[in-house]
């Protein structure tokens, strides 16, 4: 690994750019889960974030006076979104609106000025060329109907506070605005998260895992600098719980992709070692992801995730 390599993070801060991480998905698909690691590897002092939500134009009240979900265009201020990333890009400081989720209203915007990575997370970061032209990494959250439901259920219900019998009516409300304005934005992605429910269940049927297929665009650039390889004689070799792995390429809306599709649990001495050869790259990371013993898909797919905005930030840094 040459020495431009050894402290990631320096050469991050020398550059004195703003890298945009864009993570489109709906409401409740788990946007926030498959940025952990990026989060967590270059802890607080590196890494911010914020939601599209606190972009829509019309309060709960008014969208409903409308009849207009918040997944339409119309109900967003992709405008102001757009001018705002290219402030903070600029180092500069915005007024950043605020969405209550707990009261449906707006509150009083904030002073916010942007770390060296910035992560935004909504329903719409791609839907204008102009939006996709200044978001440096792009990720689609795509889980199935069934798994997203049940997430975004719990959510409201557990941590919102909203009705059961008033959440699955928006649910079933929402899902032709979803097919018509933020199915299509996966087209753009770099990477696309599709999740199913996991093949490996218990006796009574039941599981909370989630099978995780990684679709990504394949790099037109030179990666030499970080290799990032499984082991696959050691997954088959300490795992003692179902776990399965399978690698495939293909085309993917007229792109050449890998499909990497991952179910089940790992040992954590697996993960262990990406997460070091990751670190390694990154010049230290601010604290462990993971210390349970056995890990999932998902916790897998964070390092994956991880490694390849890696990548990216990497050739900018080294070819812009």
Known sequence: MGKENINFKERILRSK?????????????????FVK????????????????????KYDREQRD???????????????????HLVKLKKGQTINKPVYDHSTGKFGKPVKFKSKPILIIEGLMPFYTEKLRSIIDFKMFVDPERTVKRRWKIKRD?????????????EIIAREPDYKMYIDFEKIYAEVVIKIHPTKFVDITGNSDMVSI??????????????????????????????FSLDFEGGDYYGYNVSFITIDGMVSQEVIHELEKRICE??????????????TTATDL?????AWRFLEKINYILSHK
Request: glycine share 8%.
């Open 17 to 33: 750019r703003i890298f945009i991480i864009g993570v489109a998905g709906d409401s409740g698909s788990g946007k926030t889960t």
């Open 37 to 56: 690691g990026i989060r967590d590897m270059f802890g607080e002092d590196m890494v911010c974030t914020f939601s599209l939500d606190d972009y829509h």
């Open 65 to 83: 006076k409308l009849k207009i979900t918040p997944l339409n265009p119309k109900a967003n201020n992709l405008d102001l979104l757009y001018e």
């Open 157 to 169: 219900v557990q941590e919102r506070g909203h009705k059961l019998e008033d959440v699955m009516p």
């Open 213 to 242: 297929r990684l679709i990504q665009r394949l790099l037109d650039i030179p990666v030499s600098h970080l290799d990032l390889e499984i082991d696959l004689a050691k997954i088959l070799k300490v795992s003692k719980r179902n």
């Open 281 to 294: 790259f990154i010049g230290g990371c601010v604290k462990d992801v993971f210390n349970e013993e056995y």
């Open 301 to 305: 797919a964070q390092l994956l995730i």
